[in-house]
């Protein structure tokens, strides 16, 4: 169990949800995951921490959707076994690609010349929409 604050836009300088207010939002963020490790480190339990892990892993018949939170986002697996060694089926949704999808709506009304600022304060990893 881990003591923490989780941050969210507010009012001040900007508007609440503008470029200004992610980017705040995203240094809190830090600030907080530091907090997290710092916490983390200090309850690292004394003794061995290697354990034996398989070389290959031949999952079941069936499927499953795997998500994780990533420093930018959700990032989920759809993955549809048959049940040999290799996936019949692997999707992959990066959060670059999910946090892409809001620039129409967050960029409406505003001028050309904002796009590249809003563009930045999504934090995309352009590798990551290229489907």
Request: glycine letters at 10%; one cysteine or more; a neutral charge.
């Amino acid at each position: 169990k881990f003591d923490f604050d989780i941050p969210v836009g507010e009012d001040g300088i900007g508007t609440v949800g503008d470029s200004w207010n992610r980017y705040m939002v995203r240094i809190k963020e830090m600030v907080q995951s530091i907090r997290i490790i710092e916490q983390a480190i200090d309850n690292i339990p004394e003794g061995d921490v290697s354990a034996a892990v398989p070389k290959r892993v031949k999952p079941p018949v069936g499927e499953i959707y795997s998500r994780t939170e990533t420093p930018k986002g959700e990032l989920g697996y759809y993955i549809i076994s048959d049940g040999s060694l290799n996936p019949y089926r692997v999707k992959a949704r990066s959060p670059s690609f999910v946090n892409l999808s809001i620039l129409p709506k967050i960029s409406k009304g505003h001028m050309i010349a904002d796009l590249i600022m809003i563009l930045g304060s999504l934090d995309i990893v352009l590798g990551c929409i290229d489907r």
